[in-house]
């Protein structure tokens, strides 16, 4: 995959990827290494230059229904209420009025929101009205939910709310999640496997599955040896491409065919 600009460069190259079918898939990378364009590939933002993108076994050829998307920054309509910002989406799927209120209610409710579907953006906070998003997200039921970096602009005490908050609702709806993240604690603690792009133009390194005690829990599992074992993994896979590693690191071979990315 190439970007446009003054001079083309390579974003991602020759990514093959299997995503299961209700799995949670968290990918890190260094910065610059093709993390968002690979979620807008997967969203249908970005067509590739070469390769292809599967859903279901069928080909990805723009944005869909079937795929929800949550930004960092929100991306709400700030004069609609909340729970006409949830139901934006079954708006463009010709819900009826009715049903489009009460599934916007039942998913505010989900997120943790009652007794705010008529506030406005502004009256609400940072991760307030992230829980809208994700709200939006789910309500028109799509079968992979794409998150990019979606608490990355919050406290840190607001983020790992969220995380656990994301962990019940990816638990309850057995949604296929891809999120991407900066965070090395934040991927190991949500995801059941992370995916560790290299340096640009980003590639697969390793893919690391994830095996921790209960998350849902009240222990806390990001004190566990279990957690800090995978977590100095993840940081040295990191570690080695911050130094030097590079487009001329070792890539892990690819299990399908080149420049395909594909959930089942």
Not at 67 to 92: I, S
Not at 138 to 146: M, R, S, Y
Request: with cysteine; proline share 6%.
């Amino acid at each position: 995959m190439r970007k446009g600009g003054s001079a083309d460069f390579a974003a991602i190259a020759d990514i093959s990827l299997e995503i299961r079918a209700g799995e949670f898939l968290a990918v890190v990378g260094p910065s610059g290494c093709g993390k968002s364009t690979l979620l807008d590939l997967l969203g249908g933002l970005t067509t590739p230059t070469t390769g292809r993108i599967l859903v279901d076994g069928e080909p990805v050829s723009g944005p869909g229904l079937d795929r929800g998307v949550v930004f960092q920054q929100y991306a709400l309509l700030p004069w609609r209420t909340a729970q006409a910002n949830v139901e934006f989406g079954l708006e463009a799927k010709r819900v009826p009025r009715r049903e489009r209120r009460e599934r916007a209610r039942d998913y505010l409710s989900l997120v943790g929101l009652d007794g705010f579907a008529g506030h406005y953006p502004h009256e609400l906070s940072g991760g307030m009205r992230q829980r809208v998003a994700i709200a939006r997200s789910l309500a028109f039921d799509p079968g992979v939910l794409l998150m990019d970096e979606p608490f990355g602009a919050l406290d840190a005490q607001t983020r790992e709310l969220l995380q656990e908050e994301l962990l019940r609702i990816w638990q309850r709806t057995g949604k296929t999640v891809v999120f991407i993240t900066h965070g090395i604690d934040e991927a190991v603690y949500l995801g059941e496997r992370v995916a560790v792009l290299t340096a640009r133009p980003g590639r697969i390194k390793e893919v690391v599955t994830v095996e921790l005690p209960d998350r849902g829990g009240d222990a806390d599992v990001r004190s566990s040896p279990e957690f800090a074992r995978h977590r100095h993994a993840i940081w040295s896979l990191l570690r080695d491409e911050a130094v030097g590693g590079g487009p001329g690191a070792e890539v892990r071979p690819a299990p399908h065919a080149e420049g395909e990315v594909v959930h089942v």
